[in-house]
């Protein structure tokens, strides 16, 4: 199977990429920007740039299988891009096209592509007759809006036009999928409440490195008890709800502390100054370090659907909190946490001061947690992903 993948950043698709090209389904890989081929002279950046184009590096893939957009990648960071319609229009639109493109003159079997970046390419492949397959990041644009009306999560950047553009692009780049790539049952659910096929949406739940995120030796039950959130600082992880649900339970002896980069959250972090401590960044090794020093972890977003993060701090052996609108719930409904109602602070205190009052079930339920993400690893990440496109294989030649 030929496969063409098509993404104008990286996100996980670094972790696609590498299930595919070791069964040998990669054919190409469309971006922005690689940054394989400078990498033995990054030494000589900036720290600050130099961390970004670290991101950029897709080394497990051969660069003959790469082509890019450096003079997009380059626009997108020295212009200004004022929103994500902007960004769209400006950047996304154009590498769409340029894919588009592409696939015409080297077609592949199958093309994967990502929302707000697949509507020209998926156009074009389904008039080569080459199956189309959405990688889905998040979860369907409707329920996206449907929760923002009730949570109103969603920051000022995002107008009613503005909304009214990503959608419909969204939706006519739907009219040309075939099939669908979902994280969660949470995000699946979103895709058959509003009218897309069960037949279509495969789930494939992300995986997290075991070498560096495993389990705590051992719980210190006399220590100051520690809620940890990782995560981008921003209303729609549920932070509002969570300051609250801390402050008013003033437990003593209790510590919250807050690992992520700085987004729209800077309203209420001041509101709140003083009653946590934030990291804005650490590498892994030290993330991991993080997580197995917290007594509990805590995710109340109002919408994501994976998080990451949650399974982070169960393979280090923390259990966690999670909202309902959480995907990597699928996780911890397994026995290694609970999982609350969304934007409901009583429930999160309920469960928090649980937590607090019961360090040997703390300690219980943290041991079930690492056992349970043993199950969420890259090498099963790949085999859901190959899985899901050999059936779609098997579909096309049955047709």
């Not at 957009?69 to 996304?92: C, H, N, P, T, V």
Request: glycine share 6%; net charge neutral.
């Amino acid at each position: 199977m030929r496969i063409a993948v098509s993404h104008p950043g990286k996100q996980y698709v670094h972790l696609l990429l590498q299930g595919l090209y070791q069964k040998g389904y990669l054919d190409h890989f469309y971006t922005l920007f690689a940054a394989n081929a400078i990498q033995p002279y990054l030494q000589f950046f900036p720290k600050r740039i130099k961390k970004d184009l670290k991101k950029r590096l897709f080394l497990e893939i051969p660069s003959a299988l790469i082509s890019q957009r450096w003079d997009l990648f380059l626009m997108e960071k020295l212009g200004k891009i004022q929103s994500e319609a902007d960004l769209i229009q400006k950047i996304y639109d154009p590498f769409d096209q340029w894919v588009a493109n592409k696939i015409e003159i080297y077609p592949p079997e199958l093309c994967i592509g990502y929302e707000n970046a697949n509507l020209h390419t998926f156009r074009k492949a389904k008039g080569l007759g080459i199956t189309t397959v959405l990688d889905l990041a998040q979860i369907h644009h409707h329920a996206i809006l449907d929760i923002h009306s009730k949570h109103g999560f969603l920051n000022s950047s995002y107008s009613e036009d503005t909304l009214a553009f990503i959608n419909s692009r969204k939706e006519e780049a739907l009219a040309y999928t075939d099939y669908i790539l979902t994280l969660s049952s949470f995000a699946r659910e979103s895709l058959l409440e509003n009218g897309i096929s069960a037949k279509k949406v495969f789930i494939v739940n992300l995986g997290v490195n075991h070498q560096i995120f495993y389990p705590k030796k051992d719980y210190d039950k006399k220590k100051r008890f520690r809620f940890l959130f990782v995560g981008t600082i921003t209303r729609r992880k549920g932070l509002d709800v969570l300051f609250q649900a801390f402050k008013e339970l003033n437990l003593p002896a209790v510590e919250l502390v807050l690992v992520g980069p700085m987004a729209d959250g800077q309203a209420f972090f001041k509101q709140y100054e003083g009653l946590f401590t934030h990291v804005p960044f650490l590498h892994h090794e030290e993330l991991s370090e993080q997580y197995r020093q917290a007594d509990v972890f805590v995710f109340p977003s109002y919408l994501d659907s994976w998080a990451q993060t949650v399974v982070e701090a169960m393979a280090c052996g923390t259990p966690a909190i999670v909202s309902e609108n959480t995907g990597a719930k699928d996780a911890v409904i397994q026995g290694g946490g609970f999982v609350v109602p969304t934007g409901d602070v009583e429930a999160l205190k309920e469960k928090m001061t649980f937590c607090f009052e019961n360090r040997d079930e703390v300690e219980k339920l943290g041991k079930k947690a690492a056992e349970i993400a043993q199950n969420y690893t890259l090498e099963n990440y790949h085999n859901q992903v190959i899985h899901a496109l050999n059936q779609i294989a098997r579909e096309k030649n049955q047709s």
